[in-house]
Every structure is written in C-alpha cells, then in structure tokens.
C-alpha cells in the first residue's frame, strides 16, 4: 500500500509568513499620516541643533520649538484618538500607526514643557510654579503630559504581559482624561482649529450607539 499523499489529497496551507509580515507594514494613508506626524519633531530637532551650533539664539530656539510643538501636538493626539473609530469603521488594525502616533504626541509634549520652563527661566517675570498655578490653560497641558507619562511607558507588548490586558486597558482609558485635559488647554489658549474638531469627533464616535454602528459596519468590510 502507497502511502504518497497527493497534491490534491494535501490540505492546502495559508501563507501564515506573508500575512504577518505585510500586517507589519504600514498601508499607504498611514505613511502619509506618519510623515505629517514627523514634521514638527524634524523641526524641533532642527532648532535645538541650529541653537547647539550657535547659529539662533535661545529665545529664536524656544520660539521656533514651541510653535512647531504646539498645536501639531494637539493635532497628533486627535489623530490617535480618531484610530479606534477608524479601525471599528474600516475592520483594519490600526495599531502599528497609533503607537507611533501616540509616541509623537509625547515627545511634544516633553518639548512643549521644557520650551516653557526655559521660557520663564529667560522672562523671570514669575516663578514657575505661581505661573503653572495661576493659569488653568497651562495646568491643563501639564495635566495631559503627567496622564501620558505612564501611557507612553506602558506602550510595549512587555507591559501588557506584565500588567495583564484587563489592568492595561484600564490604565490607558486615561486617554479620554488626556483628551478632556487637551480640549480644556486649546479652548483657554484660545486656539479652535482642526484639531479641536477632530478631538469632538473622537468623542462622539465612542458614544455607545455610534459605537455599535462603526463596528457593525466595520464587520461588514471585512
């Protein structure tokens, strides 16, 4: 008796490598949101090396830090925030663009901080803790940066083995706190723009019934 399995007899075996590799990869519009993503970090990178030559002085550096750390960073996280909806819309993982997304976001943030400590070290006209207290849109941006702390920390596959998913997730749903805090900041500054709007959206996209519409229309694009 012949035991040679034919080719027709054989189960046919999916490309398991392929899949893996390609869902590494990031889809045309997410490349597009990356790079848009990386310009003011670019910027940022500029002025400090433009000031470590000696080329601008360090108010020209603050200046040029700040505004390119600003409202992208507000923009970045709107951006993050709107990936779940898209993915519950699309049935497409947009995991790979949001970590990146959310990592952007905090080094603006990072910066954004420095920039305005080393802005009052220059003015000197308060300290920085009576200024940080006495305005309620400053606080509010701290208040994002402090939230995002632990979240940027926690963002590896690592953390989610060590804290296990359920304590994970419940240690990043301070996203929507950060959200709060951000759209508090841009409204005080006051600074309304597409970022705002894209924040409001991300909101509404998580109210329970639109949430079961994105995902219900998203199982049917799969």
Not at 153 to 169: A, D, E, I, N, V
Not at 193 to 220: E, M, N, S
């Amino acid at each position: 008796m012949s035991h040679t399995i034919t080719s027709q007899q054989a189960p046919a075996q999916p490309p398991i490598r392929l899949q893996k590799v390609q869902g590494r990869k990031l889809r045309p519009l997410q490349r597009v949101v990356a790079a848009l993503a990386l310009i003011a970090p670019l910027v940022i990178i500029g002025a400090l090396a433009s000031r470590l030559l000696g080329l601008t002085t360090t108010e020209q550096m603050v200046e040029l830090a700040l505004g390119a750390g600003e409202n992208p960073g507000t923009f970045t996280f709107a951006a993050m925030f709107l990936a779940s909806p898209i993915q519950w819309l699309t049935g497409r993982s947009q995991i790979r663009i949001r970590k990146l997304l959310g990592i952007v976001f905090y080094g603006l943030a990072v910066n954004n901080f420095a920039m305005f400590v080393i802005e009052q070290q220059l003015t000197g006209e308060v300290g920085l803790a009576a200024r940080v207290g006495g305005s309620p849109m400053i606080l509010a941006g701290l208040t994002a940066l402090l939230l995002a702390t632990p979240l940027f920390l926690t963002s590896s596959r690592w953390s989610q083995r060590f804290l296990g998913m359920r304590r994970w997730r419940m240690l990043h749903r301070l996203t929507y706190v950060i959200a709060v805090a951000l759209v508090v900041h841009v409204l005080l500054i006051p600074d309304v723009g597409p970022d705002t709007v894209l924040l409001g959206l991300g909101f509404i996209a998580r109210v329970p019934a639109v949430h079961r519409r994105l995902v219900a229309r998203g199982k049917r694009n799969r």
